[in-house]
């Protein structure tokens, strides 16, 4: 079991603080040194002095842990680094299904779950999200509590939940104001882009513009560039809904060079999957379309994202139906289907034109009985969804089809 030394060591490691700043001007540093170490032991009046600073209970850290879940804990974190979230989920399922006791050791275990958890498409976690939560607040961990809390938001967002996430992106930040608490950058840049997307998806696209402005400022001042590309992207896709062909341009050009910056293979292969949408769809220039998707192909060879991705079939069936190759634009549309990591609904819409597209090739190929199952099957796809582009393209192909 940890003993009184590796708590106050880890806490203050969590706390960020040096050995000088935790021990002020009530310890020296040597002594503090050695109550980590174990070779000294402190007085009630010391602990409760430690326990103040590091802004937890003198109770804490005479808490014993789970000798279990203390050794898991980095055996699970170097799995998940490792991308083994499946391993992670079947270890620790019949664990965090017992009574654990709530020490900090048991929050970082039920955070571990809870991410592997998510990963496995396993959504019913909200009753250890909540225990984690709980814990991480009781130690003053705040950082650890609201990226527990983030995930809460992203199972309310697979669930279409869209108001609820508002609400809780809303009291974590009015929870930090109360505090009077110094929040993270890269949590805030986390709140802004967890926003920025479910306004995206709420339909409310200008708020969602505002939002990742906002965050560009923010990281611009602060010098944190974490997710800029990405904040990007959502701008150049949000301007693709509202057909401003102007700043889409531009933001696609900030998002290509920041993920050129960070080296990131996946949001440059993105990047041309809008690409060849713009060409597509803006000044039908469907042949550099077409080159652009080759780029996409070859970037992520071999990668099973690329196997799985609707989105690369939808414009690809798009650009063969706009040089007339219509046998050909069926057999890419047949492919584009929604892959089980794709949540938001404009990306769904987006991959649900794949239908409409292959009604427009059944009637060009005299094939209208056909057609109209298609689009037919599309239209009733996208009932629940957010009026865009996509929806409405689906609605009016319907209509055509039916009317001709």
């Known amino acids: 079991m940890a003993t009184l030394g590796e708590k106050i060591k880890a806490l203050r490691k969590e706390k960020r603080f040096t050995q000088t700043q935790l021990a002020g001007s009530e310890l020296t540093k040597s ?86 958890a998510f990963n496995m498409k396993d959504y019913d976690i909200h009753s250890y999200i909540e225990k984690a939560v709980a814990i991480f607040q009781k130690y003053a961990l705040y950082r650890e509590s609201t990226q527990t809390s983030l995930k809460l938001c992203y199972v309310l967002f697979v669930h279409k939940k869209y108001e609820e996430c508002l609400e809780l992106l809303t009291s974590i930040r009015k929870e930090y104001e109360a505090r009077q608490l110094e ?128 989105a690369y079939y939808v414009e690809k069936g798009k650009s063969l139906y706009g040089l007339k190759r219509y046998e050909e634009a069926l057999e890419a549309l047949e492919r584009a289907t929604i892959p089980d990591y794709m949540f938001h609904p404009l990306d769904q819409a987006w991959i649900i034109t794949g239908g409409a597209y292959r009604a427009l090739c059944y009637m060009k190929l005299q094939n209208k009985e056909k057609a109209l199952q298609e689009a037919t099957e599309a239209f009733h796809a996208i009932q629940e969804f957010p009026d865009s582009i996509f929806t409405v393209f689906i609605k009016e192909t319907l209509q055509i089809i039916q009317k001709s």
Do not use: W
């Open 31 to 116: 002594m503090l040194s050695q109550i980590e170490n174990g070779k000294a032991t402190p007085s009630m009046k010391t602990l409760q002095y430690l326990a103040s600073k590091l802004e937890c209970e003198a109770s804490f850290l005479l808490e014993d842990d789970n000798e279990e879940v203390k050794k898991l804990i980095p055996k699970m974190e170097q799995a998940i680094k490792n991308n083994q979230f499946e391993e992670v989920y079947r270890t620790l399922l019949p664990i965090v299904q017992k009574e654990l006791p709530p020490t900090l050791s048991t929050a970082r275990l039920y955070k571990q779950y809870i991410g592997a």
């Open 183 to 310: 929040m993270d950058l890269i949590i805030q840049i986390e709140l802004f882009l967890c926003e920025a997307v479910v306004l995206l998806a709420y339909g409310d696209y200008d708020g969602c513009e505002i939002i990742i402005l906002q965050a560009l400022d923010f990281s611009k001042e602060n010098q944190v560039y974490y997710k800029t590309d990405e904040f990007y992207r959502i701008l150049s896709y949000q301007k693709v809904i509202v057909a401003d062909e102007n700043k889409y341009l531009h933001y696609i050009k900030k998002s290509e060079q920041f993920a050129i910056f960070t080296e990131n293979t996946l949001s440059l292969a993105v990047v041309d999957i809008l690409k060849a949408y713009y060409y597509n769809t803006i000044t039908t220039e469907y042949t550099l379309a077409l080159q652009h998707l080759e780029l996409f192909r070859e970037k992520l060879q071999g990668e099973q994202l690329f196997q799985e991705d609707g």
